[in-house]
């Protein structure tokens, strides 16, 4: 992976982040969710407005992972009051690795992951949190591999759909 490059996203690459995340998740979670479901969650969870505003949040902070320029995968971390549930001070909170499928098993993922680790160090921050569905086999043997184990589970709603989401946790020594 030697032509990626891993910078900070902001404001300017709203329209790219929108397209690479409905893209992603799609790629990921389409094949087990009706159409409704992920219609409207692609709707929402995308929207310009809610991105938008994610993007000026002091407390979320965004990276993508280029490839030639290309946009190919992206990384959101959540300090403090942004985290989704656990608003601790001393966590970060690794809300979303999206990569794009084509480019899935090639070590971009893992880039994006140590980004993560070297912001929580800069921070001095205790542990890196996530929540990640259960039925995401394959995302939960990469944070498994990377040292995350299972303390709790929340729901994560996909349209009008309940799902499961294991929340793991990785405490930094």
Known sequence: MEHISIDPLNSL???????I??????????ARNTTENM????????APEKMKAELANEYSLFYGAFNEGQLIAYLK???GPAQTELKDPAGLEIERIYVLQAFQGTGVGQLLYDKAIEVARQHQLDYLWLGVW????RAIRFYEKNGFVAFSQHIFRVGAEAQTDLMMKKVLV
Do not use: S
Request: aromatic share 12%; proline share 0%; hydrophobic share 35%.
């Open 134 to 137: 259960e039925e995401n086999k």
């Open 21 to 30: 995340g409905r893209k992603t998740f799609l790629e990921t979670f389409g």
């Open 39 to 46: 219609a409207q969650y692609l709707e929402q969870g995308f």
């Open 77 to 79: 971390l959540n300090l």
């Open 13 to 19: 690459n709203l329209e790219a982040l929108r397209q």
